[in-house]
């Protein structure tokens, strides 16, 4: 795991999909009202919002779903 919090938040993503993170999980003033965060996949760059409840079993999906 890696805490980045330096620029903005494309220049974060892009020095992510450097190192070859394959998910990205983004915390903002959204995920403090609804405890919601950001999960964007690296080779897609598709990004979608998850309930931080349900987190853990997105990841595994699509981990699982990758292998």
């Known amino acids: 795991m890696i805490y980045d919090q330096a620029g903005s938040i494309g220049r974060r993503y892009r020095r992510q999909d450097e190192v070859g993170t394959p998910y990205g999980l983004t915390i903002d003033h959204q995920t403090m009202r ?3 965060v950001t999960l964007r996949a690296r080779d897609s760059t598709e ?3 998850v309930s931080i409840d349900h987190l853990v079993e997105e990841i595994g ?3 699982g779903a990758a292998a």
Request: no cysteine; aromatic share 0%; net charge positive.
């Open 61 to 63: 999906r699509r981990i």
């Open 34 to 36: 609804d405890d919601t």
């Open 47 to 49: 990004q979608v919002r």
